[in-house]
């Protein structure tokens, strides 16, 4: 075992860990922050993407010991400070971005990834985005409806499918 | 999986001395050597995470090359000031995830068939720099998985002379993103030199029909008339060999005509 420490969603978590301890079993399992998915374990399906000192990452494809002294944002931590939903959260909800719901943490995360630095994506820059994020209930189109909504473009012009 | 031992050294000497333990294994981005181990088709007893040592991280354009540390990510690469064949192919590795994590020294230790770096360093000629020495490319591919490295020894750069023109073609395998056949073509002053991954059994090769024609006409009617053998390409579900050797010849021809 060993320790680490880890700045969490802003707050700092220290914790011991085995070397084969994932990191989205330390977050799931010692931490309860059960918001990260995992939804295949094999590095495919993206549903386990958190940010790791400020890019995405596969939280199930990274040991916790690898994060030690780093800076990890999760789901739980995209709340505004109020504790509404954030602008890509409310979108997701606003267009139906998501159906059973399972891949959404990781689209919702992967979404925040590419605002950061594309403030306005096209269409085709989004979904080349989520090349990582797989969903197996919406089609994709309402995901990308929503992030073009958070992104602040016109939407109304996209039909719902 | 089962348990090891985790260290994560700031420098080459510390990480060489931790590898030098039975069973201690190089750890790059992880993003082919965790789901390894997940399959335990590898057990190491202590991993040796590369990703703490600053002199292996980073692009440097100085002249007529380019040099990659080896523990530099995929994104990075694709972020760096550095000629488009070999920015446009890093941009296209996996997805977004795995290019923040994943790095060229563990693809090219790893030399899956279907990887991208390996065309890219065989098709610039690139030198694999090592802790001990260096190794052209055209002597470090052995084949499939294979490579001229030893045992405990980790790549901590990579030289690549920048081309006047190069372009990389990946037709992707829709399920895994990773090459079902790419192909990466690069001009220089004494010839051109065409690479090709995820077609052969024997891994990542040259075409070297291709080449002499592409160096007399660097033009997609020089090509598009030859073929390369069938007989030894992969044959699976996602492609036949006569396929994989029919997009060998049309991504040549869209990389020649994409060069830039
Ligand atoms: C979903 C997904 C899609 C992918 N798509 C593609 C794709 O389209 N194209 C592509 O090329 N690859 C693809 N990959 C593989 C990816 O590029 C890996 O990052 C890469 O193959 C291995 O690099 P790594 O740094 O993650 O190495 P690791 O997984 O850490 O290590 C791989 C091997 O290399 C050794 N090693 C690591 N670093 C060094 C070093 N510096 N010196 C010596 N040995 C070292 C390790 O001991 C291990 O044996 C994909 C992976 C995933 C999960
Ligand atoms: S659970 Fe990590 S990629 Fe699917
Ligand atoms: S909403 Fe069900 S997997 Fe995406």
Redesign the pocket.
Known sequence: MQNISIKINGKSVSGSVEGRTLLVEFLRNDLNLTGTHVGCDT??CGACTIHVNGVAV?SC?MFAAEADGFSVDTIEGQENADGSLNKIQQAFQDHHGLQCGFCTPGMVMSAADLLKNNSTPTEAEIRTHLD?NICRCTGYHNIVKAIMAASGQDVSAIAAE | MYNFEFVKPSNVADALAALASEEA????????????MKQRL?SPEKLVS?LGISE?QGVDVSGNIVTIG??TT?ANVAAADAFSGLTGLAS????PA?RN??????????N?P????PAAALATGATIV?NSREILADDYFQGMFTTA?KEV????AVRIPVPLASNYQ?F?QPA????LVGVFVAKYVDGVRVAITGASENGVFRWSEAEAALSVNFSYDAISSLSVDASDMISDLHGTKEYRANLVRVLTGRAVLSAS
């Open positions: 590095s495919q596969k494809t990582g | 294994q190089a750890l790059g981005g992880g993003q082919t050597l965790i789901p390894t590898a590369l292996m080896g523990a995929h296209g590795i996996g997805d795995v994590r994943g790095t060229i020294g563990g693809s090219l230790a790893n899956d279907a990887a991208c770096y090592t490295l020894e980790i790549i901590t990946k992707e895994s993103r990773f090459a």
